[in-house]
């Protein structure tokens, strides 16, 4: 017949066996430390100096003095003496000196598993409730990644509900980043968690934004407002095809341009300068070197090369052959009628009476409007 209990190890009472009330009192001794276990710690491998009767411990590894060999046993103080109990694979024990629930697992007392699928809720450092059902409470919550990298995954049932971050003052919704009510991203402001104002709005289906933020029309310069690609200007559209409706610009800044007529360029504000070079041939073409009729160049017309919207402002300006004294190259250009598509009647003046038949070129700029 055994001598003690498969399972706890309580001595049993044998037949005819003397003093059987020793036997007994160590079976409930025995049961009075393992049962409803809860140790005062479970890191000490010597003995407390001053134990009190009932006081349990657990063993540490490398157990020495009165513990020698008991590594990992819950040692009761019975007042006269320790008395071990070997645990079994699957015993708890409640550590209180740091609230702990431990498991013996067969060969060391490890943090008991804890099962935590289909919580109701969680509160870390605070409590949670129905709506926030994880709640923490700390200066900073730290999501790091387990490999390469990390996702924050909010996730919604439906377009029109709200999968959002929100941040609050006091409790009151400041600012708000998401897809709330759509599936476009949305950034929003308020002042007073009441009122609200969409910053920006990223559509889903092209990416494009709008908002509060966001230039609002052609001629909007409203201060902190983000311009628009198609309503301000940068290298991809500073140089195109100017054009405006009603003295607001609706095309690029600069056109630049040449025709077989010469050069122009265009301002979005509707200004237009014309300029070309025309060689106007011999000086004493026309004239006969007098005061009254000096020597000058045949009559020429010039075409623009952009019409103007009326007549502009015509300029000309008499080029010598290089090389040439003073009294053959001194000159004055003339212009005679100008309409908005060409100017007539161009000819450079001789200043001098020389008669040498120098052949003479006109730089000529025409500036006026386009609109």
Not at 291 to 319: H, L, M, Q, S
Request: proline share 5%.
């Amino acid at each position: 017949m055994a001598d003690q209990t498969p399972l706890l190890g309580l001595p049993l009472i044998l037949p005819s066996q003397a003093q059987k009330h020793v036997t007994h009192n160590e079976a409930l001794s025995l049961l009075d430390a393992i049962v409803q276990l809860a140790v005062l710690d479970r890191t000490r491998t010597v003995p407390p100096a001053s134990p009190q009767t009932g006081d349990r411990h657990i063993v540490a590894a490398g157990g020495a003095a009165a513990w020698t060999g008991q590594d990992g046993a819950v040692a009761l103080w019975t007042g006269s003496g320790w008395l071990f109990a070997r645990p079994q694979p699957g015993w708890t024990a409640r550590d209180l000196s740091d609230g702990a629930l431990l498991m013996f697992d067969g060969s060391s007392w490890d943090l008991a598993p804890v099962e935590t699928d289909n919580l109701p809720g969680l509160g870390i450092n605070t409590s949670h409730d129905a709506t926030n059902r994880l709640a923490v409470q700390a200066a900073a919550t730290l999501l790091s990644h387990a490999g390469a990298g990390h996702q924050l995954k909010i996730n919604k049932a439906l377009p029109t509900d709200t999968a959002s971050l929100l941040f609050q003052t006091s409790w009151s919704g400041r600012a708000e980043m998401g897809t709330a009510g759509s599936d476009s991203f949305a950034i929003k402001v308020s002042a007073d968690g009441t009122a609200w104002k969409t910053a920006f709005s990223f559509a889903g289906a092209t990416g494009l934004v709008s908002g509060l933020a966001v230039q609002q029309s052609r001629t909007d310069v409203t201060a902190g407002r983000l311009m628009r690609a198609d309503w301000g200007y940068g290298p991809g559209n500073l140089l195109g095809t100017v054009a405006q409706s009603a003295g607001v610009p609706t095309g690029a800044v600069l056109e630049r341009g040449t025709t077989t007529n010469g050069e122009y360029i265009r301002f979005a504000d509707g200004t237009q300068i014309c300029f070309a070079q025309r060689t106007l041939g011999s000086i004493i073409a026309q004239g006969a070197g007098s005061f009254a009729a000096p020597y000058r160049t045949a009559d020429f017309g010039w075409t623009y090369p952009k019409v103007f919207v009326a007549a502009p402002v015509v300029t000309c300006r008499g080029v010598a052959p290089t090389g040439l004294t003073q009294d053959r190259r001194l000159c004055t250009g003339c212009v005679g009628d100008l309409d908005a598509t060409a100017a007539t009647g161009i000819h450079v003046v001789r200043l001098g009476s020389a008669a040498n038949a120098d052949v003479f070129k006109a730089d000529l700029i025409a500036i006026g409007r386009w609109v």
